[in-house]
């Protein structure tokens, strides 16, 4: 002979709202779940916004830096230019004055 099924905890009637009480356990640590990790969301979207907005800054900041070093390279560079084309241009008039001088500096006797 075979013996019945026996019921099972879940279909016995302490078994169904013990069931329940788990199940109202588990929706609320699920709620508290759900909220904590909102939470958590909002507070690492908030702390992206404020590192796009740094980075931003920062960025701006380095191409600023780096337009005024260009403009002062360009200022530089044009002032060597200006400088080095001087000197080209005054070179022959140096070079004669040069020659003039020591025309009278060989005729100078030379004394020890």
């Keep these: 002979m075979e013996k019945p099924p026996q019921p099972t905890p879940q279909q016995t009637p302490a078994g169904d709202s013990q069931a329940v009480a788990e199940s109202r356990q588990l929706s609320?640590?699920?709620?508290?779940?759900?909220?904590?990790?909102?939470?958590?969301?909002?507070d690492f979207a908030e702390a992206m916004r404020l590192r796009d907005q740094l980075s931003l800054r920062i960025g701006s900041r380095t191409t600023q830096i780096i337009r005024f070093s260009a403009a002062a390279l360009v200022v530089m560079g044009s002032a060597m230019v200006v400088l080095i084309l001087t000197l080209t241009n005054q070179m022959g008039y140096m070079s004669r004055d040069v020659n003039t001088m020591s025309s009278p500096m060989r005729l100078m006797p030379f004394r020890p």
């Design 28 to 42: 609320a640590l699920m709620e508290i779940l759900v909220r904590e990790n909102r939470a958590q969301m909002a």
